[in-house]
């Protein structure tokens, strides 16, 4: 019914390999089975369409079938990464019914969770499948966005190159769907990592010749601090696509060197809005086009807002965000030139200078560029005089006094940054500055 377009690419596919995991093939026509049987045996637990179900899992064989098999029986799905820690929370604000935990390998009913939320009576009104995605909650309470999975789907309609990706967003994340999804509309493979770290994912693609890598820059650059690229094949790659934060420019520029055969794409998307199409404007330029047949793009004093008919329906724990014409501001800030854009950096993340805007990427950029500094992370701390003032946590290539890095850092920001944009809060740290989706902690 939902998937009818899916599972005739699964019978057409029946002979090639839909998933790798832990070295462990399985075909399109063993998927197809799996679904099934995995439609039978919930239907048979009392599972039944309006349903809200959460599913605790990664990507995985076991994951994807029964996704599926959710999807099908027109259920409301609630992803949950085992990274969750609240996971009891999580299931309040969504109002499970049912949780298959497939980390603790246990089922669970709710029988008490009668949740009769607005949103979730127009899915049943129109007798769709769902789909609940939280926000990391980085900056306060996780938001719950529930959308529609029919107009999710809608995208995946079309005909695509089959390709060899591999799962890195997770799979509570709607990059992470978008990625499944195409790979199953394709006929293409889908190689899950079973950990995330810059050698093991390098291994991967040289073993299995993947073809796309969709990752965050945060990783990128992991991989390009450890020099993880220098002890595994990766000719396969044909792209590299990065996402979910601002790429820092020296990065990609040093991406750009060290992968001159591979396409290099900025993606873009939210929670709320869905995976829109873009085009870079080459592999060293952080200038892209955003929108698609789907979207509408509009900028508002430096600000990007975007109407999408593959929207949200709403937030089941926030009042909606989009103005009474469909606009969502998407809280990013955006420098324009023609169609355009390149992005800045998140309105939260501007560090008010006694009213100048000093964007953190930028900074980072320039720093990233000097021998001394192996990671950085920029933020704004609070100061009497100017509001504030910029702080940057640095990780450096060997020990060495902070008075000398504060001094060496000045003098190679002269003449690459405005005074103002130099850090004068500096801390020196061993401790990792990545949040476990591999973004950078600010």
Same mark, same amino acid.
């Given at each position: 019914?939902?998937?009818? @377009?899916? @599972?005739?690419?699964?019978?057409? #596919? ?29 239907? #048979? ?44 929370? @999580? ?32 899915? !049943? ?7 609940? /995605?939280?926000? =990391? ?15 999710? /789907? ?37 190689? $899950? ?25 945060? @990783? ?16 396969? /790659? ?25 396409? /290099? ?5 939210? =929670? ?12 060293? =330029? ?15 004093? +430096? ?54 805007? *000093? ?15 192996? +990671? ?13 003032? *910029?702080?940057?946590? $640095? ?28 850090? *004068? =809060? ?9 949040? +476990?989706?591999?973004?950078?902690? !600010?």
């Amino acid at each position: 019914m939902f998937l009818d @377009f899916i @599972f005739d690419v699964f019978v057409s #596919h029946a002979k090639d390999p839909a998933i790798i995991y832990n070295d462990d093939s399985v075909l399109y026509r063993e998927l197809y089975l799996d679904t099934i049987q995995h439609i039978i045996s919930l239907r #048979h637990q009392g599972i039944k369409e309006g349903d809200i179900v959460a599913l605790r899992s990664d990507f995985s064989t076991k994951a994807i079938p029964y996704l599926l098999a959710l999807i099908e029986i027109g259920t409301i799905v609630v992803p949950i990464s085992p990274a969750v820690k609240d996971i009891e929370n @999580f299931y309040t604000i969504a109002g499970v019914q049912y949780a298959i935990d497939l980390v603790e390998d246990t089922t669970k009913s709710y029988v008490s969770a009668t949740y009769d939320h607005k949103l979730y009576t127009v899915l !049943r009104k129109r007798k769709h499948p769902g789909l609940v /995605l939280f926000s =990391s909650g980085s900056t306060g309470k996780p938001k719950a966005a529930v959308h529609d999975f029919v107009y999710l /789907l809608k995208k995946f309609k079309t005909n695509k190159p089959a390709l060899k990706i591999l799962t890195f967003l997770l799979f509570d994340h709607i990059g992470g769907i978008n990625t499944l999804f195409y790979v199953l509309s394709t006929g293409g493979t889908a190689v $899950i990592p079973s950990q995330r770290t810059p050698d093991y994912i390098c291994s991967l693609i040289e073993k299995h010749h993947i073809e796309i890598l969709p990752t965050s820059p945060t @990783f990128l650059n992991m991989i390009l601090i450890g020099k993880a690229y220098q002890s595994y094949d990766l000719s396969s /790659l044909k792209a590299i696509t990065y996402g979910t934060e601002i790429m820092p420019e020296s990065v990609l520029q040093t991406l750009s060197a060290v992968f001159p055969n591979a396409k /290099l794409k900025q993606t873009y998307g939210l =929670s709320e809005l869905g995976i829109m199409r873009t085009k870079s404007a080459g592999n060293d =330029s952080l200038w892209v086009k955003v929108g698609g047949e789907d979207y509408e793009t509009k900028i508002v004093n +430096d600000t990007l807002y975007i109407k999408a008919k593959s929207a949200m329906l709403g937030y089941l724990n926030a009042p909606s965000p989009f103005d009474q014409d469909g606009w969502f501001n998407t809280q990013d800030r955006v420098e324009q030139n023609g169609d355009w854009i390149r992005f800045l950096g998140r309105q939260s993340d501007i560090i008010n200078v006694g009213g100048q805007k *000093v964007y953190p990427a930028e900074v980072e950029s320039v720093l990233l560029q000097m021998p001394e500094i192996i +990671d950085i992370s920029v933020y704004g701390k609070s100061h009497p005089l100017t509001q504030m003032i *910029v702080a940057a946590k $640095i990780t450096v290539e060997q020990d060495m006094p902070l008075s000398h890095l504060k001094h060496a850092i000045r003098k190679f920001c002269v003449g690459k940054l405005e005074n103002y944009k130099v850090p *004068v =809060s500096v801390t020196i740290v061993n401790t990792s500055q990545v949040t +476990d989706r591999f973004k950078k902690i !600010r």
